[in-house]
T-cell receptor, first 118, second 113 residues
Framework: GAVVSQHPSWVICKSGTSVKIECRSL??????MFWYRQFPKQSLMLMAT?????????EQGVEKDKFLINHASLTLSTLTVTSAHPEDSSFYIC??????????????FGPGTRLTVT | AQSVTQLGSHVSVSEGALVLLRCNYS??????LFWYVQYPNQGLQLLLK??????LVKGINGFEAEFKKSETSFHLTKPSAHMSDAAEYFC???????????FGAGTQVVVTP
């Protein structure tokens, strides 16, 4: 299998505080991990791509100083929402790519983290 | 640049009826295409993928999709809908060598008894 976990599954925090979300590939090494944001009834919006040991590549319009991504190992990536505000409330989903080569491009998704900023 | 368009944001089918979800792509290179399903408050699960080779691709839960280059389409079908098929379905195309995907807007499937 290819299982990706996220922790926490939901979190409520006060405005101005920081929140860290973990994404782990449990049974495979992930060469690349992705972070998405999803608003209700909408598609996934890619925030950034991260590769182990290197800086994340952020999509246009995503504030890299606000959404800190650390890909510390081949099985762990973290997203930290710094100085969170109510508009950061959303469903955050991570995914991991299993490996390269032809046909190895599918992403395996975590269950998502519901962030509510009050 | 690669992109996908899903026709119909909302599809309602009767239990036992054919499920047809439409996806058209735009790509300057031979596309790698994917269908994912998302249940409420969950992540996405891969249904099937097309990379190269056979154009009719079979996936999990009885779904299949056919890659038609002449029509730039990758429609998803299931012969007989089940109540458990009620979910959001996303078509996606690979956009770079890192594995980045471009998702369609999604199609919400409702299954009625």
């Amino acid at each position: 299998g290819a299982v990706v976990s996220q922790h926490p599954s939901w979190v409520i925090c006060k405005s101005g505080t920081s929140v860290k979300i973990e994404c782990r590939s449990l049974d495979f090494q992930a060469t690349t991990m992705f972070w998405y944001r999803q608003f209700p009834k909408q598609s996934l919006m890619l925030m950034a791509t991260s590769n182990e040991g290197s800086k994340a590549t952020y999509e246009q319009g995503v504030e890299k100083d606000k959404f800190l991504i650390n890909h510390a190992s081949l099985t762990l990536s973290t997203l930290t929402v710094t100085s969170a505000h109510p508009e950061d409330s959303s469903f955050y989903i991570c995914s991991a790519r299993k490996g390269g080569g032809a046909g190895g491009y599918e992403q395996y998704f975590g269950p998502g983290t519901r962030l509510t900023v009050t | 640049a690669q992109s996908v368009t899903q026709l119909g944001s909302h599809v309602s089918v009767s239990e036992g009826a054919l499920v047809l979800l439409r996806c058209n792509y735009s790509s300057s290179v031979p596309p790698y295409l994917f269908w994912y399903v998302q249940y409420p408050n969950q992540g996405l699960q891969l249904l099937l993928k097309y990379t190269t080779g056979a154009t009719l691709v079979k996936g999990i839960n009885g779904f299949e999709a056919e890659f038609k280059k002449s029509e730039t389409s990758f429609h998803l079908t299931k012969p007989s809908a089940h109540m458990s098929d009620a979910a959001e379905y996303f078509c996606a195309v690979l956009t770079d060598s890192w594995g980045k995907l471009q998702f369609g807007a999604g199609t919400q499937v409702v299954v009625t008894p």
